[in-house]
Each structure stands twice: as C-alpha cells, then as structure tokens.
C-alpha cells in the first residue's frame, strides 16, 4: 500500500505546556473500553479538559477558542510517558493534529505516532518557547515544520529541529507504517525462526 | 568479544536490516489482552492477513474483568463486548486463551511465567508497557502499540531500533522491612522518570543474585517508570529452578539443551555497557511516592519536598503541579498522611510472595475504620495458593476484601475505582494524575508490607514500625 510521503506539517500550533504528560492524561484508561479507536479525538485530554466536580470547561488550552483548529501540539520534555496505549497517538490524531513538537518523548510514544504518519519532533526548550511566544501573540500563526530541513519556520523565526533518523526516513520517503516490508521478509523470518530452538519445533 | 545479553538476544532474532535503519526483529512470544489487541485484529481482517504463527501468542483477560462480580454478562456492556471480542479472535486464529475457566486467567504479566511460557534468552512483545517485567528470566521483553501488535500477529516481527544498554549494579543487602519495590522506586526516583529513554536496563550485583524470580520481576516490570522500555536480569540458577516444571518449560533432554542454550544468552564478563550505574542496597530505604509520576519519591522517614528546595524552574514547577493535585503539605512528614483506600495486587506486586509476606504480619491485625482494603491477586493460580495457604483468610480477618484475578485498581478500567479524591496507599506502578480511575485521585506507591501498614494504621506508615520488622 502506497503511504504518504510527509516532508512538511504546515497549520496552526497550540502550546500544551509541562513536562512528563502521560498517556493516562492524554487518554484517560476508561475510554480505551472500546473495539475500535473511532471517536477517540473527543476524549483527549479529557480529566484536564473538565473540571471533574463541576463538569465545566477548564482553562487548558484546548478549550481555548482561538487555538481551534490548531494541527501541531507544542509541549514539554517526555511527552507521552507510562502506558504503552497507541489510543494516546490515535486520539492526538483523530483530535486533528498532524505533528507535535516537544523537548522529548517517552519511548513507546514515539514509536507508535511515527507507524500512525504523526511526526514527533524534538526542539530546544528556548526554540518551543519562541514558537509559543509566537502563537500565543498571534493564535493564526502558521507553523511549517520541515521535516526534510528539520527545520521550523513561524512568524518569519527559523528554528532547529531534531528527529530519529530512521523516523524522518520513514516519514519523508513514505514508509512510516512498516506492515508492507515486514510481510515481505517473511521468507527471511522463517529462516531465522528456524535457527532458534525455542521456536524451531 | 564479550556480548551483554541485549545483543546477544538482539542478534539472535535480527531477521535483517529495513530501508530505514531500523531492524526487523523475530519476536518469539507475543502476549495479548483484551484492551490493545481487538483493534489489531481489525486491522488484520481489513488488510486479509492471517496470524503467521499463532501458536506463538497467547492470550488473557486482565484489565477490564470485574474482581467481583464474575458471572456475565457483565454489568459493563463494554466490558462484556471486549471479553466477547478477545474470545472470538482467539477462536478464529487458533491463539491459546487463558480464559477464566481454564483456571490460568490473570494478569499478563503474571501469566507468562506462571505458565513457563516466558524463557531466557527469548524476545517477547505484549501491546502493555508493563511488558518489560518479562526481562526477571533473562528475555528481552518490549511494550509495545497496537500497530505493532498487528505486525506481530502477522509476520512474527516487527521495526525497531537498538537500544542501548545501562548496567544497574545494586550491590548488598537490603535493610529489614525493604522490597524489590523499594529498590525500583529508589532507582526510578535516582535515575528520573526519562532517565532510561533509549535505553534497555541490564539489572546486576549481589542484590539482584539473591533475589527470587518474583522481586526480580517487581524491578524488571517498573523498568517503564523510569523510561526504559526493556529491563532485563541475567538468567541464573534460580531462573532455571522458578521454570523446572511450568506447563510450557521443556522437559526431559530438550530441558538440558534448553538451560544450556539459556545460560549462552547471559552477559559475558567484561561485556561493554553504554552506562553503568552502582547503587549499595543498604542506602534504600522503604521509599513512597509524594506526587503525580513515579519519580516523585522519598524515603518514608523524610518530609514531603517544598519548592524552596527545588534544584530547577523545572523541578519547582513539577512540585508545585504535584502539590496541589495530591493537596499535601510541603515540607512535612509524609508520615502520618490519612489514607482512604489501601490496593494490594497488580503486576507488580499481586504474586503469591507478595501476600505472604503481607499475611506473616497481618496476622491478628485490623483495617483502620473508614478505609478501604482491597487485595486482588494477580492470577487465578496466585489466588488459589492463597487459598490453600489460608492468606486469603488472613486478609479477610484483618478486613481486606479478598478479590478475583485481574489488574483492578491499578488503571480502573474494571469496576473499582477510586471515589473522588480519595487517598490511595497502592502497591501498583503509577501515580498519574487520575489513574486509579477518578479524575481527582491520588496515588501513593509502596510496597505490599507498607500498604498493609497504611490500612491498619489508616495512614501512610512505617511498616518496620507498625509491624515491628527488624
């Protein structure tokens, strides 16, 4: 199957500041009874989205109007932390958001946004903060992140952008989603399988 | 050249390099549940892919199964439709399920050893970040995304990169009254909650030698909390002496062959290390957490961090955050903080050794008034050597209520949950903001003894001292 090739995002950005955001806060774990991850966008953030006594809306970001259509979430050092949910990528995505841009990202987080086509990429703190700065004076900013410069460019700034290499590879080149190579090395995974006893009986 | 065991295992399954520098990397047991795995099966049917080798996943139902109220339907159609949904994928690709009435049912975690499916020298992928528990027995074990549990059913692989590779060693013996959980919490809490990012964490030195198969897997499994994703522990004898007899462990000649191959995957002496960090064991103490993610913990004998005290803006701000969400006095005893519920199980600490050890002390002792207990053993076999052994009675006694198998409290997608903002003396892995399944509950983790303490006292206690452990 043919993937897209993704060498730019280009929208509006909105900051969600803090470091260590975890994949329980980004998709609380009672939404993930589910068969399916449709309708998961609508349960982003939702705990810090809702004010649980009263049910109203709180002052995240995200309920802020003029960060409304906003497709690139900016936020802080070891973004997506604890479970290994792929409902977390799944509900950013499905939310609207095409690309993030934090200081770090958990591990597993990472791995799995980049198999959806949801670049992560990582920036100095100073650089999320001029790119924050940006759009919080002006909320109809439009960031363009480039992925083949790894570079950011808002409100005529130009920032530096860092990624895995294997993961902007994957991103620009059209092969985010590894399903089609991997069934194509089956022959190969045979042979090795064969090579170890635990798995050659 | 001498090899870690990460690269001997690594090399070992390494089916061949991808276009994008990535490594297509034979996973030789994959695990599932019922929360990441239906999705996977979708994608299975929408792209007209079978399961490769599907006598190589085996399947349980952990996170969503009430440990109340077991007749189905359950109360919970949703609940219901994932039980529903797990038993027909296992039926239509021929996976084994370790369904409730097979007796085996559990949490994943627990199940995999417990069956003897989980061997040294093994890669195993479970769609739980929890996944890395599995590395106690010398395996090589990843959480991993929904995604990737389909590229596991379907071609019995899946894209990765090659983590580095840090050597904890933990050298001595621990103090009375300090666990496994402890040394986790110390390291999560020494290291940083991303300090392990890139990394797979080989656990080594005399403390980890003595320890059994089940703290080894107390550590391996909060690996995550620390940003790690693989934890491991070279195989030993008492890996070998846990595995001697599982349904799924090799018997007869194939079991000498086997320990012969198992002991070739652990690190050689003098094998290279990306980092190496030494700990002495008498330095831990029984460590509880103060605030919203696992790094955030102190000794229960110190006082609750203040932001005067912060080494950082971060570090500040993080405090600040963590303060106000648990609403805990900065600068003050952690000691003595009235605790509303107290959970003993999760796959961290719901096997039979921890219930022992809470049941020596327990004995003869009651539940605080106003707090409630529970103890949910983490497979139906822990729960049934409970039983035999009359722990389960010892708990009821004290006024736990004594529960079926399954991951409970811990994440709260099952029927109990925390109320409010009730307090929680947990021995699970994560404090998140809302994790034990109300949007403002709070988390306090620890280990087993220590819960135990924290329900009879009715607050976060000392177990050296409440129980006299010395």
């Known amino acids: ?201 | 050249m001498p090899q870690s065991l990460f690269q001997k295992v690594w090399d070992a399954h390494t089916v061949r390099q991808l276009a994008n520098g990535q490594t297509q990397l034979l996973i030789g047991t994959h695990l599932i549940h019922e929360v990441t795995s239906p999705q996977a099966f979708g994608m299975l049917r929408d792209l007209g892919l079978p399961v490769l080798m599907p006598h190589r996943t085996f399947a349980t139902v952990d996170h969503i199964i009430p440990t109340n109220e077991l007749v189905e339907p359950y109360k919970d159609s949703l609940a219901q439709a994932m039980m529903d949904e797990v038993r027909k994928n296992c039926a239509e690709f021929g996976i084994t399920f370790f369904d409730r009435a097979t007796g085996k049912q559990g949490i994943v975690h627990i199940v995999g050893p417990e069956q003897g499916i989980t061997q040294p020298g093994t890669t195993i992928a479970c769609g739980d970040s929890h996944t890395s528990t599995h590395g106690a027995f010398g395996a090589i074990a990843f959480g991993i995304g929904t995604s990737q549990v389909r590229d596991v059913l379907a071609t019995q692989t899946m894209a990765l990169g090659r983590l580095k590779v840090r050597r904890i060693e933990v050298n001595g013996k621990l103090r009375p009254g300090v666990y496994a959980k402890d040394v986790i919490l110390h390291l999560i809490r020494q290291l940083g909650v991303n300090g392990g990012t890139g990394y797979a964490y080989e656990y080594a030195g005399s403390t980890f030698e003595h320890f059994s198969m089940e703290e080894r897997m107390t550590v391996c499994n909060m690996s995550i909390e620390g940003g790690a994703r693989v934890g491991y522990v070279n195989p030993d004898e008492t890996t070998f002496a846990y595995l001697k007899g599982r349904p799924y462990s090799p018997t007869g000649a194939a079991w000498d062959t086997a320990v012969a191959g198992w002991k070739s995957f652990a690190s050689d002496p003098g094998a290279p290390y990306d980092d190496v960090v030494k700990i002495d064991a008498a330095t831990i103490a029984p460590t509880v957490t103060w605030g919203i993610n696992p790094g955030q913990g102190i000794s229960i004998v110190e006082n609750i961090p203040s932001p005067e005290t912060a080494t950082s803006a971060d570090d500040k701000a993080g405090i600040i955050e963590a303060l106000a969400y648990m609403k805990l006095p900065a600068g003050k005893p952690i000691k003595g903080t009235k605790i509303d519920v107290a959970f003993l199980g999760s796959c961290t600490n719901g096997r039979l050794s921890d219930f022992r050890e809470v049941a020596k002390y327990l004995k003869g002792r009651k539940v605080a008034a106003g707090v409630k207990a529970i103890a949910v053993p983490g497979s139906q076999i822990v729960a049934l050597q409970c039983e035999k052994e009359g722990i389960d009675r010892v708990l009821r006694d004290a006024g736990f209520e004594w529960r079926a198998a399954g991951c409970s409290m811990c994440l709260a997608m099952n029927p109990d949950k925390l109320i409010g903002d009730q307090l929680c003396a947990s021995s699970s892995n994560r404090n998140f903001k809302g994790r034990q399944g109300s949007p403002t509950g709070r988390t306090v983790l620890m280990s087993p003894l220590m819960v135990a303490a924290a329900a009879v006292t009715g607050t976060v206690a000392d177990a050296r001292e409440v129980f006299a452990v010395n």
């Not at chain 1, 500041?17 to 980004?26: A, L, S």
């Not at chain 1, 802080?76 to 690309?99: L, T």
């Not at chain 1, 294997?166 to 190579?181: F, H, K, Q, T, Y």
Request: proline share 4%.
């Open chain 1, 1 to 201: 199957m043919a993937l897209a090739k993704i060498t730019s995002v280009t929208g509006r950005a909105v900051p969600v500041v803090g470091n260590d955001i975890d994949t329980d806060r980004i998709i609380p774990a009672r939404f993930m009874k589910c068969v399916t991850f449709d309708g998961l966008g609508e349960f982003l953030f939702y705990d810090v989205r809702q004010d649980p006594t009263t049910g109203r809306d709180t002052a995240h970001p995200l309920n802020e109007a003029r960060f409304k259509g906003a497709t690139i979430l900016l936020s802080g050092a070891n973004f997506g932390c604890g479970s290994s949910r792929e409902h977390a990528p799944q509900a950013i995505q499905k939310y609207g958001f095409k690309a993030i841009i934090a200081e770090s990202y958990a591990e597993i987080f990472f791995g799995n946004s980049t198999t959806l086509g949801l670049p992560c990429v990582t920036a100095a703190r100073e650089d999320i903060e001029k790119i924050t700065a940006a759009v919080e004076q002006d909320p109809q900013a439009e960031v363009v992140i480039d992925l083949v410069k790894l570079e950011a460019r808002c409100a005529g700034q130009t920032v530096k952008l860092a990624q895995r290499e294997s993961a902007r590879d994957a991103l620009i080149n059209g092969r985010w989603d590894a399903i089609g190579e991997l069934l194509d090395g089956i022959p190969a995974v045979k042979e090795t399988a064969r090579k170890l006893p635990y798995l050659a009986a």
